[in-house]
């Protein structure tokens, strides 16, 4: 038995609004859900959480989740989106911290949210993954 994909992520943040306003105008994402203390994001074959730092601190219902320090998440993107990608987070005002082409040719662009999380938009070919086209499914 293997493990076959990523359902869910989880980041933490301390203001809320802020996080969603950059996730939803920024990345793009749509909201599944949201409350007081949480936010959920549909992506094609995940789920991405935002859940407010403090308040997780103090929840006992499950075990406890990492909320110290900054966390990493990855979003694929196609070759041909690199200057789009690059066009949009400019016009929004968002830092480019680090652009960069790896050994195998992939590419990666890394920026931060507002939480301070690192995000990376990079291509699937990083870990050798296809991006089939026409398709919205990630194959190895």
Do not use: C
């Not at 103090?58 to 075990?63: A, I, K, R």
């Not at 990608?85 to 195998?104: A, P």
């Amino acid at each position: 038995m293997n493990a076959k994909a990523i359902l869910e992520s989880v980041l933490y943040a301390e203001d809320l609004k802020s996080t969603e306003k950059f996730y939803t105008e920024v990345l793009g994402l749509e909201i599944y859900s949201k409350d007081s203390y949480h936010i959920f994001f549909k992506l094609e074959h995940s789920m991405l959480l935002i859940f407010d730092k403090e308040h997780t601190k103090q929840q006992d219902t499950l075990p406890q989740h990492g909320t110290e320090s900054y966390g990493h998440l990855a979003f694929a993107m196609l070759e041909s989106e690199i200057q789009k990608w690059k066009s949009h987070l400019n016009k929004l005002q968002v830092k480019i911290e680090k652009e960069l082409r790896w050994e195998n040719g992939a590419y990666s662009i890394y920026f931060r949210d507002p939480a301070g999380n690192s995000i990376e938009l990079v291509t699937p070919d990083l870990w050798e993954f296809n991006y089939y086209s026409g398709s919205t499914s990630l194959i190895k």
